[in-house]
């Protein structure tokens, strides 16, 4: 799908000619000079990808586990955009065996902000801006923090449009014997805000809307007067999926259309939900994405044997 329309709302001004004409004796009439007042409104558009993997970290006992999601966000407001995440829980949950009272079910998120790649400290979860595909020694792990105090990923930065700025983050979790094996789980939330931080433009929307679940077809929602286009996609080669959303103003549908020999299509795996809201006139989206690690064992290796 590609977008055929850009502009989506054209407001001409008024076109004022003014006639007057006084005789005095032989004085000839007088015009004043036409003018015209022409003036073109450019909807805000906000464009968020995020792209997981599809095989989520797994292994051993004390070994540190490490999964990588990568945010991009891209905007025409000359203020840029804020992209901010948080977790649900500060605790990876066992999905099939979780209970709160037992330790060995859940593993805790750091809590000191001194891990690294390297020194990693065992049984809790973190995440890191500064690592590597390859894994950087020094690279610092922080804990997770909740809604209450999300963490800035992507700073905004003015008179930046047309730039698309993206950001990996990097999850690791190590784990020992101590903890039942099986998938822990948490959910992660990014969220991306275009234009000023403040009071009435929060970095968390007050008030999402529901997300477009239609891939690679635009929906307009008359609740937030929003219209999104949502496709999503899968790399075999880097066993990753990417969902991108694209949010505008008002009913904008008839601005996409197909392209002529160009067929679309989805996965229709992927389990990032995004969400829309908008706070005082400006657009924001939320993308969930789901984190997950799984580890054996030795007592699950040696029952295989």
Do not use: C
């Not at 801006?129 to 105090?149: K, W």
């Amino acid at each position: 799908m590609v977008r055929s329309i850009h502009k989506t709302n054209i407001i001409f001004g008024a076109v004022a000619t003014i006639l007057s004409a006084a005789f005095i004796g032989s004085v000839s009439p007088a015009m004043t000079d036409d003018s015209v007042t022409f003036n073109v409104n450019l909807e805000e558009v906000l464009t968020v990808s995020l792209t997981k993997p599809t095989t989520w970290a797994s292994g051993n006992v004390n070994t540190l586990l490490r999964n990588k999601v990568t945010v991009s966000a891209l905007t025409n407001n000359y203020y840029g955009a804020t992209v901010s995440m948080y977790a649900d829980d500060t605790q990876l949950k066992n999905v099939t065996s979780y209970v709160s009272t037992d330790a060995s079910t859940y593993i805790d998120t750091l809590d000191n902000n001194n891990a690294t790649y390297n020194n990693f400290d065992p049984n809790a979860w973190g995440y890191s801006l500064t690592d590597s595909d390859a894994g950087t020694a020094s690279a610092s792990y922080l804990p997770v923090t909740l809604v209450s105090n999300p963490v800035t990923v992507i700073p905004r930065t003015v008179a930046t449009t047309g730039t698309n700025s993206t950001k990996d983050v990097f999850f690791g979790a190590k784990a020992t014997d101590a903890k039942q094996s099986g998938t822990y789980a948490q959910t992660v939330n990014f969220v991306a805000v275009t234009g000023v931080i403040d009071t009435d433009n929060p970095v968390v929307p007050v008030n999402p809307s529901t997300d477009n679940t239609i891939n690679d077809t635009p929906v307009y929602t008359a609740s937030t007067n929003r219209t999104t286009y949502t496709s999503r996609s899968t790399n075999a080669t880097n066993n990753t999926a990417t969902t991108t959303t694209d949010v505008m103003p008002g009913n904008t549908t008839s601005a996409y259309a197909n392209a002529a020999g160009v067929t679309a299509s989805s996965d229709g795996s992927s389990t990032i939900v995004t969400a829309l809201a908008t706070v005082a006139a400006v657009t924001a989206v939320s993308g969930i994405t789901f984190f997950a690690l799984a580890k054996r064992d030795n007592d699950d290796e040696e029952e295989e044997e």
